[in-house]
């Protein structure tokens, strides 16, 4: 079973509300398995899970049916659909576009806050995997850490884009495809991390050196290799089942 972040409503990224933090914690627990397809999710049972009233759990189901990701139901709630490996590949073939974009841009207005901020990101990561032992324990910390730390990362840049239109498009393509859902690929294999954090290393060092064709170029092949992973991961999950 693939390890992810634990869910954690009380605090989230500036602008995610509470719908956005269930929206992202449904889709991964389908593509991990946790919840198969075909399987049924209800307003009362979700909100007492999360220790949250049924409005946004409603809000979040609403989203997920506009997705395509489940289907709802007045009487007896949503049935689930999932998303499948093409589905994962032409969202993540938009977004990766759309954030080499933000990259090129970044490389001439990312301020010196930003600058700091984007190279926290991935020096953090990089502690985390040197000092990773392989337990249980440690893979959910690994887990929650490379959330946050990929979050950062791709988020800084969006932002030192300073393209507003921009930042909503691709906020709204993070909604139906969290960029995060990528870790279900990664987990437990040191390799695949450390390139994961080599190419974000390659995009910081482009962005600094204010080569703008380099980090578009870097951004867009890193989120289509991301992406082509995730894709395979749910393949490949899908005919064990």
């Given amino acids: 079973m693939a390890t992810f972040p634990s869910a954690d409503f009380s605090q989230g990224p500036p602008g995610e509300s509470i719908s956005d933090r269930i929206v992202a914690v449904l889709q991964r627990r389908i593509l991990?398995?946790?919840?198969?397809?075909?399987?049924?999710?209800?307003?009362?049972?979700?909100?007492?899970?999360?220790?949250?009233?049924r409005t946004p759990v409603r809000e979040a189901l609403r989203i997920l049916n506009a997705q395509g990701i489940v289907t709802i139901d007045l009487h007896r709630g949503a049935r689930v659909n999932g998303h499948s490996g093409k589905d994962i590949r032409e969202i993540g073939a938009v977004r990766a576009e759309l954030e080499g974009y933000a990259a090129e841009l970044a490389t001439e207005r990312i301020n010196d806050a930003q600058l700091k901020r984007m190279q926290e990101a991935w020096q953090g990561f990089g502690e985390l995997i040197q000092q990773f032992d392989g337990t249980e324990e440690d893979q959910q910390r690994q887990a929650q850490q490379w959330a946050e730390s990929n979050h950062a990362f791709h988020s800084v840049i969006v932002e030192a884009s300073g393209n507003h239109q921009l930042e909503l498009t691709i906020a709204e393509l993070r909604r139906r495809l969290p960029h995060n859902l990528s870790y279900a690929a990664y987990a437990g294999n040191a390799r695949l991390l450390r390139r994961n954090l080599e190419q974000h290393e390659g995009i910081a060092a482009a962005i600094i050196g204010h080569n703008a064709r380099l980090a578009r170029k870097l951004m867009t092949a890193h989120l289509r290799a991301s992406n082509e992973a995730t894709a395979r991961w749910v393949e490949n999950r899908g005919s064990r089942v």
């Fill in 32 to 53: 991990a398995g946790e919840i198969p397809i075909g399987a049924w999710l209800r307003h009362g049972a979700l909100a007492e899970e999360f220790g949250i009233s």
